[in-house]
């Protein structure tokens, strides 16, 4: 039993990686992007690469991945974003980032194959550390280091304010002489570099495998929609929560139960509390 619950923080983790990274994003553009579950395939896939492939050390190779996770959100933002917020307030950039996710899902399948490949070993450790093998707790520490990062940026550095002033209301950030076209490009890369990290630090438990951004972008927005929109606290619960939830529907039903219960606590939650857990409680003025 400890084995599941153990397991189930690890990908409940990488759930809410996900999730946070979905907030950084919406904060400055109130879009969800499809290809937020990407950027942390691209983390596992190319971090893998660089240390298995290029033969390069452990933190080249991270440094790499982050690298690689920043550019795909700047181009994100650039290709499947910008110009469709340019022309239209409606829901457009559903399409436009699932074509891209879509896109990038096949290039990635044919330049690194469609198996799942292991991840190389970050750190000296022998295979039998059971639970305390580094794939479990590496996933966690990262982002619980990543939540408080955020705080920190939000809280003590003027680009984190200029990201909560965009959040409140784009329009009077712009009247105020905030750039906010800037503001939203760099809250991309900041995602996509965080969704780099996440997907390098799990990449043990998920392995380097091409079609593993579409299950994390749903999973993550499950995540994301039980904590609370906007909630970073929000999105460890809820990807925590999730995690476990799916790790005893494995343990105890199978995991073809697995997905169909994930989504089962979503309406749940959306029906109970729509806002989400712990998510602010939005009020339309009429």
């Not at 559903?94 to 070993?121: C, D, I, N």
């Not at 039998?128 to 093998?133: C, I, V």
């Not at 593993?212 to 972008?217: D, F, H, K, R, S």
């Not at 993550?220 to 929609?225: E, K, N």
Request: aromatic content about 10%; some cysteine.
């Amino acid at each position: 039993m400890l084995a599941v619950i153990v397991s189930g923080l690890a990908i409940g983790a990488v759930y809410a990686a996900t999730a946070l990274a979905y907030n950084v994003m919406y904060s400055t553009s109130k879009v969800l992007s499809v290809t937020t579950g990407h950027l942390c395939m691209l983390g596992g896939v190319f971090g893998a690469w660089f240390i298995a492939g290029l033969g390069l050390p452990a933190g080249l190779g991270l440094l790499g991945a982050v690298l690689v996770g920043a550019a795909f959100g700047g181009i994100t933002e650039v290709v499947g974003v910008r110009r469709v917020l340019a022309r239209s307030d409606e829901h457009l950039w559903l399409l436009s980032t699932l074509a891209l996710a879509t896109m990038l899902q096949q290039a990635v399948g044919l330049w690194w194959g469609t198996e799942p490949k292991p991840f190389p070993r970050l750190i000296p450790q022998d295979f039998s550390a059971g639970l305390l093998d580094q794939k479990y707790w590496l996933p966690i520490l990262t982002v619980l280091a990543m939540t408080a990062g955020l705080e920190a940026f939000y809280r003590l550095t003027l680009w984190g304010k200029l990201f909560q002033a965009t959040s409140e209301d784009a329009f009077a950030a712009r009247a105020r002489g905030i750039p906010t076209d800037r503001v939203r490009s760099a809250s991309y890369l900041l995602a996509g570099a965080l969704g780099g990290l996440a997907g390098f630090a799990a990449g043990q438990l998920t392995f380097a495998f091409f079609a593993l951004g579409l299950t994390l972008t749903l999973n993550g927005f499950i995540a994301l929609a039980v904590g609370g929109l906007g909630s970073n606290l929000g999105a460890l619960v809820g990807g925590a929560g999730l995690g476990l939830l799916s790790a005893f529907a494995t343990y105890w039903f199978g995991g073809e139960y697995q997905q169909t219960i994930a989504v089962g606590l979503l309406m749940l939650v959306l029906l109970v509390r729509p806002e989400g857990l712990l998510g602010a409680r939005r009020v339309r003025p009429v």
